[in-house]
């Protein structure tokens, strides 16, 4: 009965070895969504300060959008902006911005200053993104014509992001 007292923490390390050694295989970069393949959750958002127009589900019905949430405290956000307005140049899908946490002042001023690549832009108090699963800015999600959220990108949109993943699932989704 003594040698199985001595093997038991020589089992229990064997067996938190393996689960660490398992852990080694999981990519940190890719956050699960349970959206995906799921409809995008309803709501309806005011605009910013000053705008006509806020931000609603039925927005992205009928068509391939890019929703990109962001804040002008976001300091990613900002790296990401310029890639965001030259997207929105090309026209090949219209950006919708919510705007999470953030004051709607700062928000005018950051869009002012930066460009403003969004077709539409809701103020969220945060009850929004937590629907979204959001975890923090930016995110950024492509919603199918049917209004179904097809892909979540965690962090700031490089222009490789767009070219090798956005706009070939753009197309994709456009057929």
């Not at 300060?49 to 609603?56: C, E, K, Q, V």
């Not at 222009?159 to 090798?164: H, L, N, R, T």
Request: hydrophobic share 45%.
């Amino acid at each position: 009965m003594r040698r199985w007292l001595y093997l038991l923490p020589v089992a229990v390390f064997v067996l938190m070895a393996g689960v660490f050694y398992a852990g080694l295989g999981i990519d940190t970069d890719v956050l699960p969504s349970p959206l995906i393949d799921e409809a995008a959750p309803q709501f309806d958002l005011p605009p910013l300060p000053g705008s006509r127009n806020g931000l609603a589900t039925a927005d992205f019905k009928g068509a391939v959008s890019l929703v990109n949430v962001f804040a002008s405290w976001c300091v990613p956000c900002r790296a990401e902006h310029a890639v965001l307005n030259a997207l929105a140049a090309t026209k090949k899908v219209p950006i919708y911005g919510i705007n999470y946490k953030d004051k709607g002042e700062a928000a005018n001023a950051w869009i002012a200053a930066l460009g403003d690549p969004y077709t539409r832009i809701g103020a969220d108090d945060g009850r929004v993104g937590i629907e979204w699963g959001v975890y923090g800015v930016p995110e950024t999600f492509l919603v199918d014509r049917s209004g179904h959220i097809r892909y979540k990108h965690v962090g700031p949109l490089t222009q490789a992001d767009i070219d090798k993943t956005i706009l070939p699932l753009v197309a994709r989704l456009q057929q």
